[in-house]
């Protein structure tokens, strides 16, 4: 998860999802998603092309503490799962879908995400951002069992893919967010987790990407790099209908 976060208040982000393996020991969690349809969970690409071989996947919504889900979770198998198309290895359209074998109820502990759909919706700004996962607390550590939250700022493309940064590895549909000092970014089993920046004059998150990859945690010059939604939002649309 985030390097520099703070454990989720419950409830805190009830769009995003823990991926298990059910075959696997303990929770089985190995990524992240957003939940955006009642039936639909957005991901990284890569954590689905790492697990092909899985029939199917366990989908945790509502929880915080993944060894202790009270009654407020909601537990889900996949019956899709879409790739990509183009996907190929982190680098190159890092999305995918899974589609859930019986709609979720929302809740206060359950909300599907708020995509910016149309290019009216500017999230270019740094704004208020932040991710959430169960992923690795630093590079050395194992995935945390409380959900952590961590504020990021998103970081401007062109800064990204200068020489100092990326070099050229940032695609059109990328978002780089962290800090430039390092300190604060999504590790490694934060993969798919949401990007969220804050609607400028209201009280509710758009969910701006999902995320992709980035050069160890939280490392000076090396900010998480995400899948932007905006970018992918009709792709989405023809894949859920």
Known sequence: RGVGGADAPAGAWPWTVSIQNPWAAGTGHFCEGALIHSRWVLTAGHCIDFYRSIPWFRVVIGANRLTEMGPEVQLRY???VLLHQSYFNVADYDIALLELDQPVECNEYVQVACMPHSADVVVSQPRDCYIAGWGQITARTHGSDVLQEARVRLIDARL??????????????????????????????DSGGPLVCRAPHANFFWLVGVSSWGKGCGRLNRPGVYTSTQHFYNWMLEQMH
Not at 165 to 183: D, F, M, P, R
């Open 160 to 189: 990204c893919n200068s020489s100092q940064y990326y070099n050229g590895s940032i695609h059109s549909y990328n978002l780089c967010a962290g800090y430039v000092h390092g300190g604060i970014d999504a590790c490694q089993g």
């Open 78 to 80: 996949t019956t899709r």
